[in-house]
T-cell receptor, first 114, second 116 residues
Framework: DAGVIQSPRHEVTEMGQEVTLRCKPI?????LFWYRQTMMRGLELLIY????????DSGMPEDRFSAKMPNASFSTLKIQPSEPRDSAVYFCASSPVVRTTEAFFGQGTRLTVV | AQSVTQPDIHITVSEGASLELRCNYS??????LFWYVQSPGQGLQLLLK??????LVQGIKGFEAEFKRSQSSFNLRKPSVHWSDAAEYFCAVGAEEGNAGNMLTFGGGTRLMVKP
């Protein structure tokens, strides 16, 4: 398996534009997580899915953020409209049901909103 | 709610010296504990994990960590640091709820610098 795949790796956009980040989890993993990494707040969980169903979105900062998982092999995180304070690295991770197996992380998407 | 504290934001060691990175956690039950490493511009790679059993766990790249319940600690160690170990290190604890998969709560990270 190629691991968790995120695209794009880098995104630069203007304030007010819509941004969509994409993630392909490892095949067979039941859980998918979206994390955000910033200097100020470190790594924080935004939302996670179990079998494509959103379970906990309490970490989503505002209504401008939304996430979907239309099928087991694809998830998106959308920001509309984007703001400069959304600039961060966004990580997607997936893990199987068995908790003794760790979560695997993608390479991240570095988002810059100017 | 669980939490993780990494008291040292930055650590500098000389190449060949020993290393210990501290991690303290707050958790209601027996924790699932992890150490991840992040090289610049890269994702997070698992170094090692603890679920149960032997409290001294071995990981990749010569790292080990010891779970001490009495101290709520899971410190990471390496006997001899290499220049390639310069990176940021994150301690994390898994979710208390059994149905949350490996949802992680991370510490703030420790940035390791290695002097030649």
């Amino acid at each position: 398996d190629a691991g968790v795949i995120q695209s794009p790796r880098h995104e630069v956009t203007e304030m007010g534009q819509e941004v969509t980040l994409r993630c392909k989890p490892i095949s067979g993993h039941d859980y998918l997580f979206w994390y955000r990494q910033t200097m100020m707040r470190g790594l924080e969980l935004l939302i996670y899915f179990n079998n494509n169903v959103p379970i906990d979105d309490s970490g989503m900062p505002e209504d401008r953020f939304s996430a979907k998982m239309p099928n087991a092999s694809f998830s998106t995180l959308k920001i509309q409209p984007s703001e400069p304070r959304d600039s961060a690295v966004y990580f997607c991770a997936s893990s199987p049901v068995v908790r003794t197996t760790e979560a695997f992380f993608g390479q991240g998407t570095r988002l810059t909103v100017v | 709610a669980q939490s993780v504290t990494q008291p040292d934001i930055h650590i500098t060691v000389s190449e060949g010296a020993s290393l210990e990175l501290r991690c303290n956690y707050s958790y209601g039950a027996t924790p699932y504990l992890f150490w991840y490493v992040q090289s610049p511009g890269q994702g997070l790679q698992l170094l090692l994990k603890y679920f149960s059993g032997d409290t001294l766990v071995q990981g990749i790249k010569g790292f080990e960590a010891e779970f001490k319940r009495s101290q709520s600690s899971f410190n990471l160690r390496k006997p001899s640091v290499h220049w390639s170990d310069a990176a940021e290190y994150f301690c994390a604890v898994g979710a208390e709820e059994g149905n949350a998969g490996n949802m992680l709560t991370f510490g703030g990270g420790t940035r390791l610098m290695v002097k030649p």
